[in-house]
């Protein structure tokens, strides 16, 4: 079982930036897919970004594209979230998570075995 823990969100006006971050232990870090999902209130929760093992390919759902980037630092078992031209629609939970199986480049929801709290993202108009 893989222990997350995301950090990073807050209160930002449309327009401006946030960087979270998300630490994984319990399993080698280097070996597994890493992804971001977001849950609005009173929506379901939705897929986000995703990167590889490796940090070759990346993934991001049609509404973030060209604005959030996804990164990873193997070294520091660390996944990085930047965020850009944020806007209200971005108001919403913010989960990590860790693939359940290991060199596997899928990234549906079911795909994801361990999940972080989650951290809140305001972004006020």
């Known amino acids: 079982q893989v222990h997350v823990v995301e950090s990073g969100g807050g209160l930002v006006q449309a327009g401006g930036s946030l960087r979270l971050s998300c630490t994984a232990s319990?399993?080698?870090?280097?070996?597994?897919?890493l992804a971001w999902f977001r849950q609005a209130p009173g929506k379901e929760r939705e897929f986000v970004t995703a990167i590889s093992w490796s940090g070759s390919r990346t993934v991001y759902a049609d509404s973030v594209k060209g604005r959030f980037t996804i990164s990873r630092d193997n070294a520091k078992n660390t996944v990085y979230l930047q965020m850009n031209s944020l806007k209200p629609e971005d108001t919403a939970v913010y989960f990590c998570?860790?693939?359940?199986?290991?060199?596997?480049?899928?990234?549906?929801?079911?795909?994801?075995?361990?999940w972080g709290q989650g951290t809140q993202v305001t972004v006020s108009s």
């Open positions: 319990g399993r080698t870090f280097r070996t597994y897919v």
């Open positions: 998570a860790a693939h359940r199986s290991d060199f596997t480049w899928t990234y549906s929801d079911s795909d994801f075995g361990s």
